[in-house]
């Protein structure tokens, strides 16, 4: 059994121009111990994902429909009482900005042993010893002496290192880390990535890596999800995603990466805006942006399909690859409206 299943999550903000479909349709598993990547622009549904787990949705947000289970327990409908035994314990966040995910107006030890106390039976003193403990673990000098101090007496780098100490200060099953090198310089990141890393062996978690930064994804992860407009596009190992993309918005995204053979070049910009969440088209929510759409793209969702046992991706183009090959055939083909 995987420790976090998701299984065709369906969540939507209802709004005064109509309902926005946020994610529609995701599902995948996690296991023990893997770091699991999601990818994709803004919008597409990687954030609301993460808070669709932990239930921390805007006041307009809602699950309209699937399943969460961590550990077999189902989350979806479970209530608040229980989800505060999961928040913190079993499942923890990073959120994306470490300049305003603390509040100013507490100190350091004070927002650490809060929530220590709050989802564990540590007392007081216990707690101090925990944040202390935890301080020293993400490499913060002196944690003693910063549990007296203040968010705006540390540098952002030092703060983010601080977020991810109150992440795992419950010890939970798993991380999810929301776009976690967010407005850090190169060398921060470098080092943000590699504390995370050693923390993830050491304590043997699992970790969702939410970003659109796929240096940090092959950096980082041993899966990756591919999301846009709400929907997984394509899911596999690292390298597979890699090295043998197989769906149209996944190869926009790999040519869009700066590397050593396109220097003095220029990048291959994804032309076009993301679709509007509110005006969902019947057929691929990429095919308007896609230089090889096909007449069926526009008017059907192809369904995911295997490219081996490590690999799926919902794309056309492999169906129209398949045919061709003679590796499908049409009475296998199915979409949906």
Not at 12 to 34: C, I, P, Q, R
Not at 89 to 110: A, C, E, R
Not at 143 to 160: A, D, L, T, V
Request: charged share 20%; aromatic share 4%; hydrophobic share 40%.
């Amino acid at each position: 059994m995987s420790l976090l299943e998701v299984k065709d999550l369906h969540t939507s903000f209802f709004t005064d121009a109509g309902e926005v479909k946020a994610v529609n349709g995701v599902s995948f598993n996690l296991d023990h111990g893997k770091v699991l990547g999601i990818v994709g622009e803004s919008g597409s549904g990687k954030s609301v994902t993460a808070y669709s787990i932990m239930q921390i949705l805007a006041g307009t947000g809602k699950i309209v429909s699937g399943s969460i289970k961590v550990d077999g327990e189902e989350l979806v409908g479970a209530g608040e009482k229980v989800m505060k035994t999961i928040r913190g314990n079993k499942v923890s966040i990073i959120f994306q900005d470490p300049m305003t995910s603390l509040n100013p107006t507490y100190t350091i030890g004070h927002q650490l042993m809060e929530a220590i106390i709050l989802h564990t039976d540590r007392n007081k003193k216990q707690a101090y010893e925990r944040a202390v403990e935890m301080l020293r673990l993400v490499n913060i000098n002196e944690p003693e002496k910063r549990m007296n101090q203040y968010p705006f007496e540390f540098s952002g780098g030092m703060r983010q290192r601080i977020m991810i100490a109150m992440a795992l200060a419950c010890e939970p099953d798993i991380l999810i880390a929301d776009e976690p090198t967010t407005a850090l310089d190169v060398t921060i990141q470098a080092q943000i990535l590699e504390l995370m890393k050693s923390l993830q062996k050491e304590l043997g978690m699992a970790i969702i890596m939410i970003t659109h930064d796929l240096g940090v994804v092959a950096q980082m992860c041993d899966e990756v999800i591919v999301m846009y407009a709400g929907s997984i596009c394509e899911q596999g190992t690292a390298d597979e995603i890699f090295y043998n993309p197989c769906h149209e918005y996944t190869k926009g995204l790999m040519r869009s990466i700066p590397t050593a053979d396109t220097a003095g070049t220029k990048l291959q910009p994804i032309t076009g805006t993301p679709i509007d969440l509110l005006n969902m088209p019947a057929g691929c929510p990429f095919a308007p942006r896609c230089d090889a759409a096909m007449k069926i793209c526009l008017h059907e969702r192809c369904q995911r399909m295997e490219i081996n046992e490590d690999h799926a991706a919902a794309c056309w183009m492999n169906v129209k690859k398949g045919l061709e090959a003679g590796t499908i055939t049409a009475e296998e083909v199915t979409c949906n409206e």
